[in-house]
């Protein structure tokens, strides 16, 4: 495995005929980093579920470069969902449509449907531009982190995951720190109302004012499978801890407005909620990287990517109560 750093353009060429030749491709996207593959070439697809550990019914996000590539992977595509595709990409956004001819069953886990996203970061455009020029339709990304684990928001941190895993062919592309850092908000586009199955950036009242519909939260979860959906999930090693009470020795992340409680090691201490978010799963990262036991993380209060905040915490925090 190589590591491309601020890759050149022939170094981005280079990767994409790697993707083309069935070899992975960790990048960078303004979410988290993705783990990419030839989302047309099954044995490429399944090496991502044997290098993540992923349960193989579990379906796969295709990356596309723009809005016009969608109707090779989706059909029977509804108005609202267009009108989010024309408001909300490229951006943190995951359409879940129903699937065209190009999306097998090795992609979607046997689902009728397919999730799609045009990312919004330079280096995966390129990325999908060359792909797409060497006759590439689409990239299979999940998260590059092992099933269950906190997502990637740093090239550091897939090396950490993944780095054993891959093969000699593989590359991964860094850009450094991916600028939102939770993963994209997915929603089911598959009935007449749009329906949230994980929240992100783009939120139900941005969803609402662009399409003028009521949105759903949850409404399919019976339908479709969604591993971001189990509540032990986005785990560190330590174990988190929802609230400002920390004892010494233990981590602790919180917006700068809240101290230090007395002998406890400072992970992160974020001005606004938009650097929380930017900084959290790194600062989960750090606790394990210190070999901390807890990390205590104390939820900030509000609307939009707080609320994401809040929902990831609680995955993180459960997932631990289990061991
Ligand atoms: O921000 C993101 O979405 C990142 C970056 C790399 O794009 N990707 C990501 O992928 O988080 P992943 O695989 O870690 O999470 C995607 C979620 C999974 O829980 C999967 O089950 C769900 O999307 N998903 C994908 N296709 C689906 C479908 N057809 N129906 C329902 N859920 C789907
Ligand atoms: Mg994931």
Redesign the pocket.
């Known amino acids: 495995m190589k590591v491309f750093s601020n890759p050149t353009q022939n170094e981005i060429k280079f990767a994409a005929k790697a993707l083309k030749d069935g070899n992975l491709v960790a990048f960078p996207?303004e979410?988290?980093?993705?783990?990419g593959a030839d989302a047309e070439n099954e044995k490429a697809v399944s090496r991502i579920y044997s290098v993540k550990g992923?349960p193989a019914d579990?379906?796969?996000?295709v990356?596309i470069s723009s809005v016009n590539q969608m109707s090779k992977w989706a059909i029977g595509i509804p108005d609202y969902a267009t009108k989010l595709a024309r408001e909300f990409w490229p951006g943190?956004m995951?359409l879940?449509l129903e699937?065209g001819g190009l999306a097998k069953d090795f992609?979607?886990?046997g689902?009728k449907?397919?999730?799609l996203?045009v990312?919004n970061q330079p280096l995966a455009y390129s990325l999908l531009i060359e792909f797409e020029l060497l006759g590439g339709k689409g990239l299979a990304?999940?998260?590059?982190?092992k099933f269950g684990a906190v997502?990637p928001t740093n090239c550091e941190a897939v090396v950490e995951e993944l780095g054993i895993s891959l093969d000699y062919d593989d590359l991964i592309l860094n850009a450094g720190q991916c600028e939102i850092g939770?993963?994209?908000t997915?929603i089911?586009c598959t009935s007449n109302h749009p329906s949230i199955?994980?929240s992100?950036a783009i939120t139900e009242s941005m969803i609402r004012n662009a399409t003028g519909i009521s949105v759903c939260f949850d409404c399919n979860k019976h339908k479709?499978?969604?591993?971001?959906?189990y509540v032990s999930h986005y785990s560190p090693r330590a174990k988190v801890i929802v609230g400002k009470f920390a004892l010494p020795g233990q981590g602790f992340i919180a917006l700068n407005s809240v101290p230090t409680p007395v002998g406890v090691i400072r992970l992160a201490a974020p001005e606004t909620i938009e650097e929380f978010a930017k900084i959290f799963y790194k600062s989960l990262r750090a606790a394990d990287q210190l070999g901390l036991k807890h990390v205590a993380v104390c939820q900030p209060e509000g609307d939009g990517l707080a609320n994401v905040i809040r929902e990831r915490l609680s995955k993180a925090a459960f997932g631990r109560e289990l061991l």
Do not use: F, M, W
Request: positive net charge; without cysteine.
């Open positions: 996207t979410t988290v980093y993705g783990l992923r579990h379906p796969l996000i990356h943190p995951t879940i699937r992609i979607t886990g689902q449907s397919i999730g996203r990312p990304a999940p998260s590059a982190n997502s939770l993963e994209s997915i089911d199955l994980r992100g479709v499978k969604v591993s971001g959906q």
